[in-house]
Structure formats: C-alpha cells, structure tokens
C-alpha cells in the first residue's frame, strides 16, 4: 500500500529565505507526483505536477523535483514572501483504481 | 480554466438528517471524487467515479453514498447524518489517466449536531 511522508508537519521562516519542502513515498511505481497548495479553509490549488519520466518542473518561484528510484520528491520555494504562507500538500498517482494518494501537508509560515 | 464549484460552503445539519453535498465541473472531465479532511487524518478519498452511472468505493465510503447522473454533477450523500461525520469535504476531478491534474472545489465545511 502507497504511504506518502512529509516532514517535518510546519516549519516557520524569515522572508526571503529559500527553503525545501519534503515528500517522500513507499512505491516507487508511480506514474506521477502532483504538490499542492492550501490555504486555510480552502480547497486544493494545484501548483505542479511531475510526470514519473520527468526529474523536475518550475513554475515561477517554484521548482519540483523527483527521483522515483529513491522514493523522494522535493519543492523548491525561493525568495519566500509572507503570501506563501499556506498548507503545501503532495499526492503521488500510482494508477491503481485512479486514485492519488496524499501526504498530510507541510505547514509554512513565513514571517515578515 | 477548470472550475469544480460545490453547493455550500459552509453547512449544519441535525444527527439522523439526510444530507446532500453537490459538486459541478465545468470541464467534461471523466473522473470525479470525494474526499474528507480532518485534522490529523489528511485526505481520505470516500468514492469516485469514472464515468456517468459508474462508482468506485475509496477508502472510508462507509456511512455515504453517491449519485452521477450527468457527466459535470457528482452528489455525495449522507443517509443519516452522525456526529462523526462532522468534517471538510472536498470535491474534485480531472479529465482522464495519469498525465493530468487534479482539480478541487472550495470545499463544504459540514457540522452535524
């Protein structure tokens, strides 16, 4: 069974820091990673998805990652600023029953 | 761009009431999905359809049914609504396999009472 891990839970930071969020996922046989973002009471805004034949996307400040042999797929903030604050959630698809499977989310706040 | 709209944003409902939440995707996408959140748990799919008429059980479909009559409408149903049911719901879609996004409404805060 896919088990997708992000530590740590929340982490706290200075504007303008850049930092790397975590994911890491138990079946290598995955057909893509998606990273979410979540603001409090909200829905699920995609941010970037990753095909398992790819090794990174970027959209503006944000750059994703992935080394499906290793289990581990990372996101790259740079330059944070405080609208960052927010839930940042993966989910890898493993194609069984077209379901995702979601991490529980890092929470970021970014100080001013 | 997409657009997955639910019926409520926030609702509350009395223990034993029949409950309906309603999800609409303007962007003819196949598979559609419920989900429930709850602090501590994450994400837990409840059912998802990948065509009209069609249903799957997720992980946590006990206490809930749904209905897909028409491709862009997806209801999630609580039959008798309970305390533990209490919850962010979650709709969302995406339009085929495993090259494309997945999209989510604002989300339905339920309180069962």
């Known amino acids: 069974k896919q088990e997708v891990t992000q530590i740590p839970a929340a982490l706290s930071v200075p504007e303008g820091e850049n930092l790397v969020l975590n994911c890491s996922f138990t079946d290598s046989a995955i057909y893509n990673l998606q990273w979410f973002r979540q603001d409090p009471g909200k829905g699920l805004t995609s941010l970037l998805l990753?095909?398992?034949?790819?090794r990174e996307q970027t959209s503006g400040r944000l750059n994703a990652s992935l080394d499906k042999s290793s289990g581990r797929s990372t996101l790259y903030i740079a330059a944070s600023q405080p609208g960052d604050s927010a839930t940042y959630l993966c989910a890898v698809y493993t194609g069984a029953n077209s379901k995702l499977t979601f991490g529980k989310g890092i929470t970021l706040s970014v100080r001013p | 761009d997409v657009k997955v709209t639910q019926s409520s944003r926030y609702l509350v409902k009395r223990t034993g009431e029949k409950v309906f939440l309603e999800c609409v995707q303007d962007m003819d996408h196949e598979n559609m999905f419920w989900y429930r959140q709850d602090p501590g748990l994450g994400l837990r799919l409840i059912y998802f359809s990948y065509d009209v008429k069609m249903k799957e059980k997720g992980d946590i479909p006990e206490g809930y049914s749904v209905s897909r009559e028409k491709k862009e409408r997806f209801s999630l149903i609580l039959e008798s609504a309970s305390t533990n049911q209490t919850s962010m719901y979650l709709c969302?879609?995406?339009?085929?396999?495993?090259?494309?996004?997945?999209?989510f409404g604002p989300g339905t805060r339920l309180t069962v009472l």
């Open positions: 990753i095909q398992s034949s790819q």
């Open positions: 969302a879609s995406r339009l085929g396999g495993a090259a494309d996004t997945q999209y």
